[in-house]
Nanobody, 115 residues
Framework: QVTLMESGGDLVQPGGSLRLSCSAD???????MGWYRQAPGKQRELVAR???????EYADSVKGRFTISRNDAANTVYLEMNSLKPEDTAVYYC??????????WGQGTQVTVSS
């Protein structure tokens, strides 16, 4: 079992950048790691995912702007977000998934993009 804690959310102007971090208190190397987000009144959606073999997937809406990375030695996952838009405003959640059998979520961190 792992406990996930996100950090790095903030208020940022359009066009700005943020780096989110997800720290785990357990070993993450066996888990596919992902970032999801949920905006008010909308369903939670996948933003980016990185597999145990470092294969990366991105939602079309963030391709070219966001980059996911993982440091298994530090049990941490990152989401680098550039060229932020107001529609990126949401609570961002970290996820650890093992073959869809075991999945864990963090508490979320708020990202607000507004001038």
């Amino acid at each position: 079992q792992v406990t996930l804690m996100e950090s790095g959310g903030d208020l940022v102007q359009p066009g700005g950048s943020l780096r989110l971090s997800c720290s785990a208190d357990g070993v993450i190397l066996i888990y596919d790691m992902g970032w999801y987000r949920q905006a008010p009144g909308k369903q939670r959606e996948l933003v980016a995912r990185i597999s145990t073999s470092y294969y990366e997937e991105y939602a079309d809406s963030v391709k070219g702007r966001f980059t996911i990375s993982r440091n298994d030695a530090a049990n941490t996952v990152y989401l680098e977000m550039n060229s932020l838009k107001p529609e990126d405003t949401a609570v961002y959640y970290c996820n650890a998934d093992w073959k869809t059998v075991r999945t864990y979520w963090g508490q979320g961190t708020q990202v607000t993009v507004s001038s």
